[in-house]
């Protein structure tokens, strides 16, 4: 079974850059998995912050961009601000009408 | 613009079935890709499944042979059932309309939390 791989949490300060990725156990990303990347504070609904690959959602802010770094899909955010902090998801299409989540990033900014 | 509201009991006893409802508001049942989604308390995401104007579904294969989803045109629902539930299937359950073309989630409802006990 193919599982999505995120790094489980992640510090960075503020006005920092950090790049958050996500992998697989066996194989390598591309914009043929259409990654999408959410942002969820404790208690919160989701927010899409970026899909197939690098389309920013409307109204996110161009600090944050998607890209495929390596064989991994990247969220990358530039100038962090305090309130960055959350827990960031990406999710991979495998065909078929199948998504497969990652185990999610938590994100400190401090 | 689309907007969800997932419902259901919040409270299901071991081994039996969970029934959730999403209404769906600023667009039409029939004309969307649909999904529902759970989180686990302290966890992460978990796609659970997919439904096309009862057309076609897909579901997670690790709940498969447990889960059902289905609409309700003249209500302008989807509906969510999974059966022999257990305390893992405790959650908070997400509607979200699917993106088809992109492949992503997008709006969501606010979520409904389901407690599994006796």
């Known amino acids: 079974q193919t599982v999505v791989t995120q790094e489980p949490s992640f510090s960075v300060s503020p006005g920092g850059t950090i790049t958050l990725t996500c992998g697989l156990t066996s194989g390598s990303v591309s914009t043929n998995f259409y990654p999408s990347w959410y942002q969820q504070t404790p208690g919160q609904t989701p927010r899409t912050l970026i899909y197939n690959t690098d389309t920013r959602s409307s109204g996110v802010p161009d600090r944050f961009s998607g890209s495929i770094v390596g064989n991994k899909a990247a969220l990358t955010i530039t100038g962090a601000q305090a309130d960055d902090e959350s827990h960031y998801y990406c999710v991979l299409y495998m065909g078929s009408a199948i998504w497969v989540f990652g185990g999610g990033t938590k994100l400190t900014v401090l | 613009q689309v907007q969800l509201q997932e419902s259901g009991p919040g409270l299901v006893k071991p081994s039996e079935t969970l029934s959730l409802t999403c209404s769906v508001s600023g667009g039409s049942v029939s004309r969307f890709y649909w999904s529902w989604i759970r989180q686990a308390p302290g966890k992460g995401l978990e796609y659970i499944g997919y439904i096309y104007y009862s057309e076609s579904t897909s579901y997670n294969p690790a709940l498969k042979s447990r889960v059902s989803i289905s609409v309700d045109t003249s209500k302008n629902q989807l509906s969510l059932r999974l059966s022999s539930v257990t305390a893992a299937d405790t959650a908070i359950y997400f509607c979200?309309?699917?993106?088809?073309?992109?492949?992503?989630?997008?709006?969501w409802g606010q979520g409904t939390m389901v407690t599994v006990s006796s």
């Open positions: 979200a309309r699917v993106n088809w073309r992109e492949n992503w989630f997008d709006p």
